[in-house]
């Protein structure tokens, strides 16, 4: 018959076992739910960004809109007032404006980039560091296994060191063990 102590090892080691194996699948789990949720977060801000470019493609559009209603505005009274539109002080007043104007659209439409760039940026960030944690929950799970592993082998070879006493139930039969006690 088995001593308590041996009894109690092994259902130690049953147990060990038991909680490894829940806490390596619980790491491999916390995981792929970070993965999982910085690859979400990544597609929100690829979203944002673009949103942030259309935004930014009608905000130049509007701007564009007003430059030329600004120059038509400008063309009525100059050409109310009698002055000549296609040469002279006229014709650089309305090229000033529409100069001015593209410069303001490409300003605005650099801004809304510039923003759209860095929640791309963000997007690529966030989608990476979900893949770390999941590397780090599977690397976290490994190394629960491997300290379990040498737990289970360390407590398997006590238990081991104590069935090879001499009045161990192994040894009941003899010296010889099994082989004398069937003649093999």
Do not use: H
């Not at 289970?152 to 104590?162: E, M």
């Not at 001499?166 to 006690?181: H, K, M, V």
């Amino acid at each position: 018959m088995c001593e308590p102590t041996t009894i109690l090892m092994v259902a130690s080691m049953a147990m060990t076992a038991m909680s490894a194996s829940q806490a390596s699948s619980d790491a491999k789990a916390k995981g792929a739910y970070d993965r999982d949720v910085g690859q979400y977060n990544a597609r929100l801000a690829e979203n944002e960004a673009t949103e942030v470019r259309n935004k930014g493609t009608e905000e130049e559009n509007i701007q564009r809109r007003k430059v030329a209603e600004l120059q038509s505005k400008q063309r009525a009274k100059l050409g109310a007032a009698g002055v000549d539109l296609d040469s002279g002080s006229a014709f650089q007043l309305l090229e000033d404006t529409e100069i001015q104007g593209e410069a303001d659209a490409l300003r605005i439409r650099s801004n809304f980039n510039d923003e759209a760039n860095s929640l791309d940026q963000q997007a690529m960030l966030t989608g990476l560091q979900g893949e770390a944690a999941n590397s780090a929950g599977i690397n976290r799970a490994n190394a629960i296994t491997t300290n379990a592993a040498g737990s289970l082998l360390s407590q398997g070879a006590t238990v081991s060191s104590k069935w090879n006493k001499p009045n161990s139930a192994n040894n009941q039969f003899g010296n010889s063990g099994w082989e004398g006690t069937y003649g093999i």
